[in-house]
């Protein structure tokens, strides 16, 4: 079993970057990939990006590339979401997720955070 707790968000300006952190308990991460999802209000639940387990590989959604970069590091349990210029359109509650797969996966995760609010206003 794993428990997962993001923080990190915020409110930010247009422009501005927030990092996104997610602290895992009760299991190591190290064969575990780990997701970023985020729900806008009225909007599904959409994919950001994912990192394998052993963080040689990444994937990100079209809307986010480029901005964003995730990273991970095993031995603190935790994994990154660095976001960069952000814009109006990125304001939503950010959730890490994580299963277990060797690969940057863009479904079918097992184990779900919290979430952590992300607003992007001027």
């Known amino acids: 079993q794993v428990q997962l707790v993001e923080s990190g968000g915020g409110l930010v300006q247009p422009g501005g970057s927030l990092r996104l952190s997610c602290a895992a308990s009760g299991s190591s991460l190290d064969y575990y990939a780990i997701g970023w999802f985020r729900q806008a209000p009225g909007k599904d639940r959409e994919f950001v990006a994912a990192?394998?387990?052993?963080?040689?590989?990444?994937t990100y959604a079209a809307s986010v590339k480029g901005r964003f970069a995730m990273s991970r590091d095993n031995a603190k349990n935790t994994v990154y979401l660095q976001m960069s210029s952000l814009k109006p359109e990125d304001t939503a509650v950010y959730y890490c997720?994580?299963?277990?797969?060797?690969?940057?996966?863009?479904?079918?995760?097992?184990?779900w955070g919290q979430g952590t609010q992300v607003t992007v206003s001027s």
């Open positions: 990192i394998s387990g052993s963080g040689l590989s990444e």
């Open positions: 997720a994580a299963k277990r797969s060797p690969i940057a996966s863009i479904d079918q995760y097992d184990y």
